[in-house]
């Protein structure tokens, strides 16, 4: 058979339906369309590949351009039927045979080996082009012990779900239930295993991936494993680790295996695990022994639970865009109450995601593999994978545990395009140069006051490639004040997830607002796009139109007392307490972003609101500190107690370098001359 490509490049709006009732996706690049019931899948990066004669006819419903239509030999899609609506087609080229990868390859760039497969260059690699679906999602939540239901994007006829949490080194031992797994959603919860119902000190996280039962090969997928899921009718406990023998669905060389109890028909916990011919040795291409154990519980009865389980080809593979690396890693992962321990790997550019299974049970007390956060250190990145064993305290309370082996999964993200640093400006401001080009940047700062005028940070003129930034005075004064160091972030305005990004945050803008006085906190609606549990907002103007200075502020929806809540938040420009005059109006940028301690693309953050402590600049700074060494930090006064209104600055110590931050709520002097402030609350994003 002869593979024939095409370049495809969609102007049909979203949703639009082709001749063959297959619907686009929200991503306006990606489309499946049929070509005499062959399915073409249209990526990223706009390629798409057809498997049929070159008489096929190609329908398309909607507006199309296909650009740079590909060949092979001598044959030429211009000669196929086309019937769609403003149809053209530019630059057939030819597609070549080659045996190798081609060198010098850009992102879209494809070629035919000798075996007829096509490849495309994508995010640095090549990969095969597929043309069979995965139905999956992936993310994360934070959980305590009450059922949280998760809805998902998609109904699956068979789902199977696996879970790892993160825990940090205090509190009691637990692990993840989950239960009513079926249909487009399943509950997921924290069970304590030491005894007690209690809700824990505090929500953790948990990984979650969920895929449709089946089998997976590299030549029709890409990644080559398989999902399945059995009724558990045997439980181990730390007298006996018998397992229930399962048997792969194709044959693996260096499996790894990640699984969960999926269903709670006994009300007590238990815990997924699995072993090859031993409980010293992983599972292997030959022998598979999985199920549920108690650890040392002493009531070893359970009710039959349903195991799903995941079995992958140890390596990375990628399916459009599910990239990941497995593997299972030496036995040096130890328990809750011994030190530290990890992986350190290699696959993925950016990760911030992830699973973890016990491949072995060599501590008699049993188990789970988690992730683990270290002393601020996210549990995973591209690099290195925290984990710990984490026991049941029923039996005795000590979690000390013999080193296991784990089996791990990392999810390739997408990389987020941003950067950030410090850059000295004055009264009279500056224009920063990035170092990328962006379609639609948005610009945070926050500014270092090191003298007794108040200022407040300016961005505007916000281009592609650069900004202005400058100190804004909010006084009658027009002295030239120089030697202010701003803090800046740049990021690509977007809605970032975990299933693609591994991180949740949401980078926004808001034209048209206008400048209110200190009288009016009424602020603009601005609803989220995605959940959060504890919103971090922060955010700046990008314009300067009208010369007067003016400053972002949020509040909850609520009022004007309250940050934002996960329900509601509302955003704003104030003037303060002057009575100055406006002729236009200021748009704003802002990014919210859960509550977290992670990675973005490489560079380690810390998100979060502070305490109700931050006061005016007529008494000493209050400090928040953050137990790291501060490379860049963003900060943003969040709800208004103070009704003269107020912007943070970070006073007389520029946080670079610091553990800490000196911040105060910098009144303007236009309406009174008094710059004593209410007790203010500050978000912070602080990368280290």
């Not at 149809?87 to 760039?109: D, K, W, Y």
């Not at 979690?399 to 791990?408: F, L, Y």
């Amino acid at each position: 058979m002869k593979y024939y490509c095409i370049a495809l490049c969609f102007l049909c709006s979203l949703g639009c339906l082709l001749a063959d009732g297959v619907k686009s996706s929200t991503n306006n690049l990606k489309l499946n369309i049929n070509i005499n019931q062959t399915k073409v899948q249209i990526n990223e990066t706009g390629v798409g590949v057809l498997t049929t004669s070159p008489s096929a006819n190609l329908h398309v419903n909607g507006n199309a351009i296909i650009s740079d239509a590909l060949s092979v030999g001598t044959t030429s899609l211009a000669s196929n039927t086309l019937t769609a609506q403003n149809v053209t087609i530019n630059n057939l080229l030819n597609l070549s045979v080659q045996s190798e990868h081609p060198e010098n390859a850009q992102n879209g760039s494809m070629y035919v080996n000798s075996n007829g497969k096509i490849y495309t260059y994508i995010d640095g690699a090549w990969s095969p082009l597929y043309t069979d679906e995965m139905k999956y999602q992936r993310g994360m939540l934070k959980l305590n012990n009450s059922w949280v239901t998760v809805t998902l994007d998609e109904s699956y006829d068979e789902m199977v779900v696996v879970t790892t949490p993160t825990n940090v080194y205090s509190g009691a031992s637990f692990t993840t239930r989950v239960r009513n797994a079926t249909g487009n959603s399943f509950e997921m919860r924290l069970q304590r295993m030491d005894g007690s119902s209690a809700a824990l000190g505090s929500d953790r996280k948990v990984y979650f991936f969920v895929i449709e039962a089946g089998v997976y090969t590299s030549d029709k997928h890409g990644i080559k494993m398989e999902a399945a899921t059995f009724s558990s009718n045997v439980t181990d406990n730390s007298g006996s680790w018998v397992g229930e023998r399962q048997f792969y669905q194709q044959t693996y060389t260096n499996p790894v295996i990640l699984g969960q109890v999926m269903s709670e028909n006994d009300a007590d916990f238990s815990m997924f695990w699995a072993k090859g011919s031993s409980v010293t040795s992983p599972p292997d291409s030959s022998n598979l022994y999985l199920g549920k154990h108690v650890g040392s519980d002493t009531d070893m009865t359970r009710a039959d639970e349903t195991i799903g389980y995941l079995v992958f080809e140890s390596g990375t593979q990628r399916h459009r865009d599910l990239a990941l690396t497995t593997g299972v890693g030496t036995a040096t992962i130890s328990g809750a109450d011994n030190q530290e321990s990890h992986y350190v790997i290699s696959g993925p550019t950016f990760s911030r995601s992830g699973l973890a299974s016990l491949a072995t049970m060599n501590g008699a007390d049993g188990g789970i593999a988690f992730f683990r956060e270290f002393q601020n250190d996210p549990a995973v990145t591209a690099t290195n994978l925290h984990l710990n064993v984490e026991e049941d305290q029923i039996g005795d309370a000590e979690r000390d545990h013999a080193d296991e082996q784990v089996a791990w999964c990392v999810f390739e993200d997408n990389e987020i395009k941003m950067e950030r640093g410090v850059v000295s400006t004055s009264t009279n401001g500056i224009t920063v140069s990035l170092n990328q080009s962006y379609t639609s940047p948005i610009v945070l700062a926050t500014m270092t006051n090191f003298s007794t005028e108040p200022l407040c940070v300016r961005v505007g003129n916000v281009m592609t490639d650069n900004f202005t930034v400058k100190a804004n005075h909010m006084s009658t004064s027009s002295n030239l004040i120089t030697g202010v160091n701003v803090h800046y972030l740049v990021i690509e305005e977007g809605v970032y997830d975990y299933s693609t990004y591994g991180i949740k945050m949401e980078a926004r803008k808001l034209a048209g607002l206008t400048p209110t006085a200190g009288s009016n906190w009424t602020g603009t609606e601005s609803n989220y796009i995605q959940s959060y549990d504890s919103p971090v907002v922060l955010g700046n103007s990008q314009t300067e139109n009208n010369t007067a200075f003016s400053t972002f502020w949020s509040r909850a929806g609520s009022s004007e007392l309250d940050p934002p809540s996960s329900a509601n938040i509302r955003v704003g420009v104030t003037k303060m307490s002057s009575n100055l005059s406006y002729s236009t109006t200021e748009d704003v940028g802002y990014l919210i972003i859960d509550a977290d301690q992670a990675v973005i693309d490489g560079v380690k953050f810390i998100a979060a609101v502070g305490a109700d402590t931050v006061v005016g600049t007529n008494v000493a700074a209050v400090t928040y500190s953050i137990g790291e060494t501060i490379d860049v930090a963003i900060t943003t006064q969040v709800a208004m107690d103070g009704a003269d209104g107020g912007t943070i600055n970070y006073i007389n110590v520029d946080p670079r370098g610091q553990t800490n931050l000196k911040l105060s709520s910098q009144e303007d002097t236009l309406g009174d001359a008094e710059t004593g402030h209410a007790n203010e609350q500050a978000a912070y994003l602080i990368f280290y």
